[in-house]
């Protein structure tokens, strides 16, 4: 199975389970949108978007049609999580507000510019 994960958004509220909003693409045929990342007591794990019915159960738009796909989709979508959140620390650590004016030495046989 193809599967292209785009992790829309990360959120970094404390006290929130919710971790992440992603949409994964199915062999470049199906659209799944509305997958979060949540913390659970035992660590991450993906939930299938869904409604509240009126009676009050929770119904899923989507499931994995059998346990390797669920486990398949649930690792994409931790694994672009994770790498996501590596992207956003880089990011943060490239951002020095008041980075340092670093000196270059020239060497001999380069000729400096005059400005």
Do not use: H, W
């Not at 693409?25 to 009126?54: C, H, R, W």
């Amino acid at each position: 199975m193809d599967l292209k994960v785009k992790i829309n958004s990360i959120k970094n509220i404390e006290n929130n389970p919710v971790k992440a909003s992603a949409s994964v693409i199915l062999d470049n045929a199906f659209v799944i949108k509305g997958i979060t990342v949540k913390e659970g007591q035992y660590g991450l794990y993906t939930s299938m978007p869904g409604f509240k019915g009126k009676d009050g159960v929770f119904v899923q738009m989507f499931e994995p049609a059998n346990a390797d796909a669920k486990k398949e989709l649930n690792a994409a979508v931790l694994n672009a999580y994770e790498q996501a959140c590596k992207n956003l620390q880089t990011q943060n650590f490239k951002r020095d507000p008041a980075p340092e004016k670093a000196e270059v030495p020239v060497e001999e046989n380069e000729e400096e510019l005059e400005m």
